[in-house]
């Protein structure tokens, strides 16, 4: 479908479904630099495409991202500020991108999910689990803090004492804890997951795409704005949607009692 120099996967899976999948099995789908940075050049290249509007992302063999891989490490205690602050930016851009694109992720958790994994996992819109899924931040275990989003993302998801609890201990949630905690939406057998997060994604491409974008940009915005903000923002947001094709073909298929067919314009 795109070819990236990364150990990434890109296949379509459904019409206008589109599937990234972190493709170093061996070390469990950890971070390197390359994969770090395939993974940015995935997922906006994908959104720039009128043809894709869901992406599932999972991870190839056992495990969802196991973390960073701590053999080949973008970054080490010895780096200036300069070079470190560049080295964790590599991190924190999968996160922001995962964020700001209009294009809405669904994480198929199919294994371990751990510290910068995890994080990527919370970034993403929704989240399914398989029996197998293994979720935690656990930063705390090798001494360091959530430096990748885990503690902006997490008390937005969770609240903020239980968000303290798994960042504090470094707790990892498997299979239905996951959704007990409310960080993904459903837990299905492992055989079953990449079906179930497509069926979803799916589902949400067969929406209008620019409503879609639109309402996913306004409540991702909503936590960093007071209420006047956020009403003249979803003003605009609603006057771009009423000027779209796509919203004369809603109606004109409301009117006529079938199902829609929406263009992306």
């Known amino acids: 479908m795109i070819e990236i120099d990364a150990p990434i996967e890109v296949e379509r899976l459904e019409e206008y479904v589109a599937c990234v999948t972190y493709d170093r099995p061996d070390a469990m789908n950890a971070y390197n630099e390359p994969l770090l940075r395939g993974a940015v050049e995935a997922l906006e290249r994908l959104d720039d495409r ?8 999972t991870g190839a063999g056992d495990a969802f991202c196991a973390g960073v891989d701590l053999t ?6 010895e780096m200036d500020f300069a070079d470190y602050e560049e080295g964790l930016g590599l991190f924190q851009n999968v996160v922001r ?3 700001e694109i209009r294009t809405p992720v669904i994480a198929a958790i199919n294994g371990y999910a751990l510290g910068a994994g ?9 989240r ?3 029996d197998e899924g293994v979720l935690g931040e656990t930063f705390i275990d090798v001494g360091f803090v959530p430096g990748d989003g885990g503690a902006f993302l997490l008390p937005r998801l969770i609240g903020e004492a239980r968000a303290k609890e798994l960042i504090f201990t470094g707790r990892k949630l498997s299979g239905e804890e996951i959704v ?4 993904a939406k459903e837990q299905v057998d492992a055989d079953e997951l990449l079906e179930a997060a497509t069926a979803f994604a799916s589902d949400l491409a067969d929406r209008q795409p620019v409503a879609l974008a639109e309402s996913k940009r306004l409540v991702n915005d909503s936590f960093e704005t007071g209420l006047e903000e956020a009403l003249a923002d979803a003003t ?8 779209t094709r796509d919203h004369e073909e809603a109606v004109e298929a409301f009117q006529e009692d079938r199902e829609p067919e929406f263009e992306g314009r």
């Open 50 to 57: 009128d043809d894709i509007r869901a992406i599932v992302l």
């Open 72 to 77: 080949d490490m973008p970054l080490t205690p």
């Open 97 to 99: 991108t995962l964020r």
């Open 118 to 126: 995890c994080d990527t996992a919370l970034a993403c819109d929704f």
């Open 128 to 130: 399914f689990t398989s």
């Open 180 to 183: 007990e905690w409310d960080l």
């Open 236 to 243: 605009r947001a609603q006057r771009i949607c009423s000027q």
